[in-house]
């Protein structure tokens, strides 16, 4: 697990050393790589906001739809999907237009994304999607799905979350309390509003963007793994 | 503790970000800022190299005074003293000559810092370095005492080294051993030869360097903390 952290700090390092290279090396493309850099940046700091909101959640009781879905989209929307386009969009020559036009599509796509990833970490098949299933219940993790059930359960309900989110034996029955208390659809709910928000983003891009991001939006959010 | 890693993350990444900012903002320095910008690349490669090679040697069972040396420079020489000061000297103009002439000065200072370093962590005051007395021991750190300790011990004191280092029972057992084998006068010899050797390249450096870098040398080396 330590030479795992190294790697990847290394391979952070890299990306830093690779893009700035590109910029003393290349004169010409030096403003347009410099514009990339800041997207770069940008997201490099987001994501560790996520991620720290992220582990402050893990200590807190209870979690609200607005919490879990921030971490989402610092941790996930950003990273994922926003920065990794914006950083496309500025190397190839794009001016403000293009990029606010391309979060519309990127933040709920991205959202989306992280909430199928949510759904199937608690219902999906381990042999599709290679990893153990309940693992972010096992963990205690304030997912969406943990927010949306918070809603709508009574006190056994809650006094379950409280006992049995964060442990494996409890890995079944917080699962059955997702589904029957209703947030299992809810978040089903969610996902469909942000792609369709995501789909009209793209429509309003116009037919030539619709060809790339149209297959690659429904790979991110239609997904069995 | 995960907070704390995700600031020096941030912290890192800042760094970056700041160092390419001027490069884009100071055309007239950016030749320098870039050139500083290559040290400070080097420098954050050699210190992921030198943490692997510390955590890959504390999986085995014995460390060759090379070995641990190779770790003390690349973990601590180049990161702690030689690469600073090539950034500084890289942003004030220095070509190559004074470049390699710090090299020669920073690299005895700097494994003579870090090998201080290793001595006050097992038979400095806690009261004064301000951290527990016998850490490294307790860890099973291969330091350079530990490589010291395997030359002239006999299979008693091998067989000590093999059980006792690595646990809080072992701890003043081992620190005897380091003691009484000769260990601790070996790397006290190795810090005077890393300071000779630092002070003569200093000298090389001529009067000014003297001026700016012999009280570094000394707070490095003989200190209590």
Redesign the interface.
């Known amino acids: 697990m330590?030479?795992a952290v190294?790697i990847g700090?290394?391979m952070?390092?890299?990306c830093?050393?690779m893009?700035?290279t590109a910029?003393?090396d290349s004169p010409s493309m030096?403003e347009h790589i410099?514009r990339a850099?800041t997207y770069f940046?940008l997201c490099?700091?987001e994501v560790?906001a996520g991620?720290?909101l992220d582990?402050?959640g893990q200590t807190r009781q209870t979690v609200s739809w607005d919490e879990a879905m921030t971490v989402v989209r610092y941790k996930s929307a950003k990273y994922t999907v926003e920065r990794p386009l914006h950083i496309g969009a500025a190397l190839a020559g794009a001016d403000d237009q293009p990029i606010d036009a391309l979060s519309a599509v990127a933040l709920p796509l991205g959202e989306a994304f992280q909430l199928r990833d949510d759904v199937l970490g608690v219902f999906g098949d381990p042999a599709v999607t290679g990893k153990p299933a309940g693992d972010d219940l096992r963990e205690g993790k304030r997912t969406v799905l943990i927010a949306r059930a918070h809603e709508p359960t009574d006190d056994a309900g809650r006094q379950l979350l409280r006992d049995s989110l964060g442990t494996a034996e409890g890995v079944p029955a917080v699962a059955d309390l997702i589904r029957s208390c209703g947030a299992l659809e809810a978040v089903e709910h969610d996902i469909s509003a942000l792609e369709a928000a995501a789909d009209a983003a793209i429509d309003a891009l116009g037919p030539a963007a619709r060809d790339v991001l149209g297959p690659l939006a429904l790979t991110a959010t239609r997904r069995s793994r």
Chains 1, 2 share one sequence.
Do not use: P
Request: glycine share 4%; aromatic share 8%.
């Open positions: 330590s030479a190294l700090d290394l952070l390092s890299w830093d050393e893009l700035t910029i003393l030096s410099g850099r940046d490099k700091t560790v991620q720290f582990v402050v």
